[in-house]
């Protein structure tokens, strides 16, 4: 890179999608208005260096930590690998071809040895205090994410045009306030007016555009009535929102406006804030719902009954459906529901509704029985209690599981897109409402109940250390669920997202032998994709996920003579509990992809006989409503991290609501706007950071990686450090060094334990967010593929959730204390803040 610009290294990576557009001076100048010119001609020279054709190959091989194949692109054949693979997809979609700029970021991975090396001696540089980056900035400040509002966005009935022109507002005591408008639309205005004027919501005004009178003509005496209904104030002048009031009719200046703005708006342009919200917030989402790890169940009420009805499941999500499967496949996960605890659940405050269940199962005479006790029940039997815990702690069925309760509105089941109806017939179809018929199956429900297995070896741990007293274990069975009472039936639900390296799995039966060196094992398979395989064998699989396979196919290679189907290399990506069933991906090298081309042709020509996976779906739509909702209503706190060079930062953050019991965690020297992921990053393995450490071995399919925090929060003390501190589980000797943790950080302040599920994400679904950026685009090419370039800079997603309540009583703290625990941080941020 041309020396005197590394610090723009970040605007650099931004430019580079635009870098051969036709605006690409313009765009320069408005994004790098602050930097000096100088410097902003050699940012503009260097992204046209990137930018310029190359013709070298490129081979890591002995370069990086990571095994390098064959790929090949417009006829030349690199030597690559993951890692470097995809920062190659990556870099020649930003340039729109293989160019130096491509071949030098696929050089500089963060896992090439040369790279590695440098990043050694930075940081060393860092620690003597020789370095100005990143790594200086204030604590306080480094870790601060923006807040995304999943749900926030709406639709707009009509383009809005960015338009400046000075107005006359009258409010109702007739007082003039000289203004200017900001935007506007048929129906709508938005102006800027000075702050020494005082305005409140509800107020009517009259609006006489000055500027449009003398421009074109307008009568003078006219005046139009607007419903002031937001008022900002947060910069020098106040921002007020209007709404147009048709109490009078003005029919030539409403056809004035609507031709004036149809005409002008490419001049003006279309504000476009509200679209590309929705962009970010649509594009983030749909990250997170395939990730997600807790399972929403959706609960109706009719009069008084309360009964759950539907779920919702992904690929993360998918084991707590299949563990309440019993020995018939008939899903019990309805036992979790009494009336009672439902009851119980409704009665305590928004942002507190949660319980922890402890959950084991017992098989008898070939029937599964599934036992369960909240800790509320637990403590209502003292002499059973320890019983319950260290016997389903010892069988293998053990689980803990935190149940959430939260509102939901059957009307949130639909989010059109936010553009009006009047942009396109296709844009107009998007915004249409769901059906009748599936509003109607949606119309009782009132909750959702979120299940989340919070199980740990850790916490096995500590209920196995509990002595057991075998002569109670009969009088377990006050908590088992009788088979002579079948739960009420929960239909579950899938949605699947288009792009996310997932694929459409057929039923298929057919022998398989498998090879892995000198082992040898039999098998057949369950379902298959054109890049995967499902295979149940006769035997345990002894090895582990991510070991290589060979696979030979002799049934189906008596099919076919173009194809080989032997000594096919696949990679083991999941292993069940029981170890028969194993989960297979396809391998990308040239002998591999004649076994793709087979499947992608044995689908295409039997798409009538293969039957696909059966996904419970009996109705087209209802997948998505289930999303949309869980969407509008999230009870745990999803958090983005972005890829910045080579390091892992923070991105951005759901909106966290004040109820939230971690809100006052998160908002420790933050804002409304941003929160603070401080605590994320002060864990450390290795003197690396957790997360960083995790994500630089794991793959987009792997299952999510689980941590478990103990937080000690302060909020009265002004160091950031002090206030907040943090170790990981594994970071403690043993259980007393854990139970002195949680004491210590009551005493002084309060006790956080997080559940974090960490994920790596896969590309973006850009086809889900085709019209609007294809809207944004038509407006300002450069916005929509810098929008598009931000989501795929996402790394990462994190799953987390408060779990104090079930890590205080595993270590032994009752009900009371966990009371405490809390109210106790409350009284001192309150007399902190008085």
Do not use: W
């Given at each position: 890179m041309t020396t005197g610009i590394e610090q723009y290294q970040e605007l650099i990576e931004q430019l580079k999608p635009v870098v051969k557009e036709p605006a690409f001076n313009q765009i320069l100048s408005q994004v790098a208005a602050n930097?000096?010119?100088?410097?902003?001609?050699?940012?503009?020279?260097?992204?046209?260096?990137?930018?310029?054709?190359?013709?070298?190959?490129?081979?890591?091989?002995?370069?990086?930590?990571?095994?390098?194949?064959?790929?090949?692109?417009?006829?030349?054949?690199?030597?690559?690998?993951?890692?470097?693979?995809?920062?190659?997809?990556?870099?020649?979609?930003?340039?729109?071809?293989?160019?130096?700029?491509?071949?030098?970021?696929?050089?500089?991975?963060?896992?090439?040895?040369r790279v590695m090396h440098n990043k050694e001696k930075t940081e060393t540089d860092i620690l003597a205090g020789d370095s100005d980056s990143q790594a200086n900035l204030p604590l306080e400040t480094r870790y601060l994410a923006p807040v995304i509002n999943f749900s926030g966005v709406r639709q707009r009935r009509e383009e809005r045009m960015n338009f400046v022109v000075s107005v006359e507002l009258f409010t109702e005591l007739k007082e003039s306030v000289h203004a200017t408008s900001i935007d506007i639309s048929v129906s709508g205005l938005k102006i800027k007016a000075p702050k020494r004027y005082m305005f409140k919501p509800g107020e009517r005004l009259t609006v006489h555009f000055r500027g449009l009178e003398l421009d074109y003509g307008l009568n003078r005496g006219e005046g139009v009535h607007y419903l002031l209904t937001d008022i900002d104030r947060s910069r020098e002048e106040q921002r007020l929102s209007l709404k147009r009031l048709y109490d009078q009719e003005q029919k030539a200046f409403d056809e004035f406006l609507e031709k004036f703005i149809q005409g002008n708006k490419r001049r003006y342009k279309v504000n476009m804030d509200n679209t590309i919200d929705a962009i970010v917030a649509k594009g983030y989402e749909q990250y997170y719902i395939p990730h997600f790890t807790s399972l929403p169940v959706y609960i109706s009420q009719q009069e008084d009954q309360l009964q759950p009805q539907y779920l919702l499941f992904n690929d993360c999500n998918r084991e707590i459906y299949q563990y309440w499967l019993d020995e018939n496949n008939a899903l019990r996960l309805g036992y979790l529901f009494s009336r009672q605890r439902l009851q119980k659940l409704l009665k305590l405050p928004p942002g507190q509704r949660e319980m922890t269940l402890f959950v084991f199962s017992h098989v008898t005479q070939g029937r599964c029985y599934f036992y369960s006790a909240s800790s509320d029940e637990l403590d209502a039997h003292p002499e059973l209690k320890g019983a319950f815990l260290a016997y389903g702690s010892r069988k293998l069925s053990w689980r803990v599981f935190k149940l959430q309760l939260s509102d939901m509105h059957p009307e949130q089941c639909h989010i059109p897109l936010s553009l009006p109806d009047a942009v396109s017939e296709m844009v107009r179809r998007q915004n249409q409402p769901p059906s009748p018929r599936l509003q109607s199956k949606l119309k009782n429900l009132r909750y959702i109940a979120l299940v989340t297995d919070i199980s740990s070896e850790w916490a096995t741990q500590a209920y196995q250390k509990r002595k057991l007293h075998k002569a109670l274990l009969a009088k377990l069975q006050v908590f088992c669920h009788p088979r002579n009472h079948a739960p009420v039936p929960i239909i579950p639900f899938r949605f699947k997202y288009q792009e996310l390296r997932r694929e459409t799995r057929f039923l298929l039966r057919t022998p398989v032998n498998l090879m892995h060196e000198d082992m040898k094992l039999n098998g057949v398979s369950e379902d298959f994709s054109a890049g995967g395989l499902r295979i149940e064998l006769q035997n345990q699989f002894p090895l582990e996920v991510g070991a290589q396979l060979e696979i030979s196919l002799p049934k189906l290679q008596k099919l076919t003579q173009k194809h080989h189907l032997s000594d096919i290399v696949y990679q083991v990506v999941h292993v069940s509990a029981d170890r028969n069933i194993v989960h297979l991906m396809l391998g990308d090298s040239s002998h591999e992809l004649h076994a793709k081309e087979f499947f992608q042709e044995l689908i295409k020509n039997n798409r009538r006989s293969l039957k696909p996976v059966h996904e419970q779906q009996d109705m087209a739509g209802i997948g998505e409503a289930l999303r949309n909702i869980y969407a509008a209503n999230p009870l745990n706190v999803a958090i983005f991290i972005r890829k910045d060079g080579v390091q892992l930062l923070p991105d951005s953050i759901a909106h966290v609501p004040s109820e939230h019991s971690l809100k006052p965690l998160l908002a420790y020297r933050g804002d409304e706007q941003h929160l603070n992921l401080y605590a994320l990053y002060a864990a450390r393995i290795e003197s690396r950071n957790f997360i960083e450490q995790t994500l630089k071995n794991m793959r987009t399919h792997n299952v999510p990686a689980a941590f478990e925090l103990f937080i000690a929060f302060n909020p009265t003390l002004g160091n950031i450090q002090q206030a907040i501190q943090v170790k990981l589980v594994q970071q403690f000797n043993n259980d007393a060094q854990r139970r002195e943790f949680i004491s210590l950080a009551m005493g002084k302040g309060r006790f956080y334990a997080l559940k974090l599920f960490l994920t790596k994400t896969g590309r973006p679904d850009i086809s889900l967010l085709h019209s609007e950026l294809t809207y944004v685009g038509g407006y300002a090419v450069h916005k929509a593929k810098l929008l598009e370039e931000q989501l795929w800079n996402v790394a990462a997603v994190v799953d987390m959730q408060d779990v104090t309540a079930e890590m205080m009583y595993r270590y032994g703290f009752n009900k009371h204390h966990i009371e405490a625990n809390y109210q106790g941080s409350e009284r001192k941020m309150r007399k902190d803040n008085e």
């Open positions: 930097i000096p010119r100088p410097k902003r001609f050699l940012i503009k020279m260097e992204l046209k260096r990137q930018a310029k054709p190359c013709q070298r190959r490129i081979d890591l091989r002995g370069s990086v930590d990571g095994d390098c194949h064959a790929y090949e692109h417009e006829g030349l054949t690199h030597y690559l690998d993951d890692i470097a693979q995809e920062m190659f997809e990556r870099q020649v979609r930003c340039f729109g071809g293989y160019t130096i700029g491509v071949y030098e970021a696929v050089c500089n991975t963060e896992n090439n040895f």
